[in-house]
C-alpha cells in the first residue's frame, strides 16, 4: 500500500535544509508520496528508509532502467490504465534488431539508420532507443564481435542481448560494462542459471513463457528468489494474442496490484509478420496497448516516423503544456542591425513564429519569455505575460549587447501593453508586429529599425 505524504514525513530527517531543491521536508514528502520525486533526492535519508519507502510507494509497474549516464533508457513505472487518469510515464521504447546471421552491410545498415533517423519536433529529438542483438550461430566469438559493433557505433543505444548461450550472453554483458543491458531471456528451461546471473551482472531480465500462465509461474519463481528487475514476454506470436496479454498483463497489475505480472513487457512484431507495413500497424497497435519495448526488423523512415510520432502523442503529459527554454534564439544569423521579437515559450508558437521567420529569410532574434507554457493571450490574461515581466527579461536576455538599435517587435494581441512596456523600457521603441504568425514574413522583409 501506497504511504501518504504525513507517513513519509514521520520518516525523514526533518532538517528543513533544502538541499533536495524543495523548501520543506513536508513539501518534499507530498512530492514523494504523489510520485513526483524520488525518496533518494533527499541526502540524509538512511538507506533502510530509502528502501521501505521506496518499496511501499514504487509504481504497480516495476520501473527498470538500461544503460547509464546521461544515455539511460527507462520502460516501465506505470500507474494507470488510461492517459486521462493521470499520465502514462515512460515511452515505448523502440528497438532494431541485428543478428549473427546478418551481413556485415546489413548490420551497419541498421546501425547507421539507427544513428541517421532522428527527427526534432516541438523541442524532443524523436528515435529509436535500443538494438537488440541476437544471437544465431552459437558462436562466442561471433557475437562478441557483433557486440562490439553495436556498442562502439551506436553510442546511444541501450543494448538488449538475446542468446540461448548463458555463456555467450555473460562474455557479451561484460563488453557492455557500465552500459547496463536487457538479458533475453529467461525460461523454464535456463531459468536457474540465467537468473543467477542477471543477479552477478546487476542486470535486468527478460522472462519469457510459452504462454502469460506459464510467464507468471516464473516470475513468482524470481520474485521469490530475489530478483526484481524483470521484463515479461509472454511468448505471444500473433497481434490479438500479443494485444490480449499486454491488456491483461496491465490490468492485473494496475488494477489488482498483482505482482507477478507488475512488470513492462517486450513485443516482437519482426517476429509476428515478414511484411513491413503488417510490422509498422501492428507495432502501433501495441505502442497504444501496452507494449515497454518493441522489436522491428529493421528501420525505415516511412515506418519509424508515424511510431514516433504516436508514440508522443500517447506519452506527452496532457496536464502538462510543452514548453521551450526561455532563450534568446538566433535565426537565419542575425547580427547587431537585426530586428527584435519577444513570445511566450508554448512550444506551439515557438514553432509556428520560428518557422515563419526562417521562411522569410530575414536574420532576426527571437526572444522566448518563460509564460509557463502558456500562449500569448492566455498568459498575459494570467500576469505572465505582462509589460513589467518582458521589461525584465529584455533587461537580464543580453539582447542589448547583441544589437545596436532599440525596437522591440511584440505580438500583435499585446498591442495594449505597448504604452506601459514603453514606460517600463524608455530607451526603447515598442513596435507592434502582426497578430498572426503568417504575415511575419512580409512584416519582417518591410522592416527597418526606427530613426
Not at 504523489?34 to 511501499?56: L, N, R, T
Not at 542486470?203 to 526484481?228: H, I, M, Q, W, Y
Not at 511510431?307 to 521551450?324: A, G, K, S
Request: hydrophobic share 45%; glycine share 8%; net charge neutral.
Amino acid at each position: 500500500m501506497a504511504l501518504t505524504g504525513i507517513q513519509i514525513l514521520k520518516m525523514l530527517p526533518k532538517k528543513n535544509c533544502g538541499e533536495c531543491k524543495i523548501p520543506t521536508c513536508l513539501a518534499f514528502a507530498m512530492k514523494v508520496a504523489a510520485g513526483q520525486i524520488e525518496i533518494g533526492e533527499c541526502p540524509y535519508v538512511s538507506e533502510d528508509v530509502k528502501q521501505s519507502i521506496g518499496e511501499a510507494s514504487a509504481p504497480p509497474i516495476r520501473t527498470i532502467k538500461l544503460g547509464t549516464g546521461d544515455k539511460v533508457f527507462t520502460v516501465g513505472g506505470e500507474t494507470c490504465m488510461f492517459r486521462h487518469e493521470k499520465r502514462f510515464e515512460n515511452p515505448t521504447g523502440i528497438a532494431v534488431l541485428v543478428t549473427t546471421g546478418m551481413s556485415a552491410a546489413d548490420v551497419d545498415g541498421r546501425i547507421s539508420r539507427f544513428k541517421s533517423l532522428r527527427y526534432e519536433r516541438v523541442g524532443v529529438l524523436l528515435k529509436a532507443d535500443l538494438i537488440a542483438i541476437k544471437d544465431e550461430a552459437g558462436s562466442e566469438a561471433a557475437y562478441t564481435a557483433l557486440v562490439q559493433k553495436v556498442l562502439s557505433g551506436a553510442d546511444d543505444a541501450a543494448i538488449i542481448l538475446m542468446s540461448t548461450n548463458n555463456a555467450n550472453i555473460a562474455a557479451a554483458a561484460k563488453l557492455c560494462g557500465s552500459r547496463k543491458p536487457l538479458l533475453y531471456a529467461a525460461d523454464s528451461s535456463n531459468a536457474k542459471e540465467l537468473g543467477l546471473l542477471a543477479k552477478e551482472l546487476g542486470c535486468p531480465l527478460v522472462v519469457r513463457g510459452s504462454n502469460l500462465d506459464e510467464t507468471v509461474l516464473l516470475t513468482e519463481k524470481f520474485l521469490a528468489d530475489g530478483l526484481k528487475d524483470m521484463v515479461i514476454d509472454s511468448g505471444a506470436r500473433t497481434i490479438r494474442a500479443a494485444f490480449e496479454d499486454n491488456v491483461v498483463s496491465r490490468r492485473s497489475a494496475i488494477t489488482k496490484k498483482y505482482k507477478p505480472l507488475g512488470f513492462p513487457t517486450i513485443a516482437f512484431p519482426c517476429e509476428i509478420t515478414s511484411d513491413p507495413l503488417m510490422e509498422a500497424m501492428i507495432s502501433s497497435v501495441l505502442i497504444a496497448k501496452y507494449a515497454g519495448i518493441i522489436v522491428l526488423s529493421d528501420l525505415q523512415g516511412d515506418m519509424l516516423f508515424p511510431l514516433l510520432l504516436e508514440r508522443l502523442n500517447i506519452f506527452t503529459d496532457p496536464q502538462r503544456p510543452m514548453v521551450v527554454q526561455e532563450d534568446v534564439y538566433n535565426i537565419n544569423g542575425p547580427n547587431e542591425n537585426s530586428p527584435v521579437l519577444v513570445t511566450c515559450n508554448f512550444s506551439l508558437t515557438y514553432f509556428i513564429v520560428s518557422g515563419e521567420i526562417e521562411g522569410s529569410k530575414v536574420p532576426s532574434w527571437l526572444l522566448i519569455k518563460d509564460t509557463e507554457g502558456l500562449s500569448v493571450l492566455t498568459a498575459w490574461a494570467a500576469g505572465k505575460f505582462g509589460a513589467d515581466m518582458i521589461a525584465q527579461f529584455i533587461k537580464k536576455s543580453g539582447i542589448e549587447e547583441k544589437v545596436k538599435h532599440r525596437e522591440l517587435i511584440i505580438p500583435g494581441y499585446l498591442a495594449s501593453i505597448k504604452g506601459e512596456l514603453e514606460e517600463e523600457l524608455p530607451a526603447w521603441t515598442i513596435t507592434i508586429g502582426p497578430r498572426e504568425a503568417g504575415h511575419l514574413p512580409a512584416f519582417l522583409k518591410e522592416w527597418k529599425p526606427a530613426a
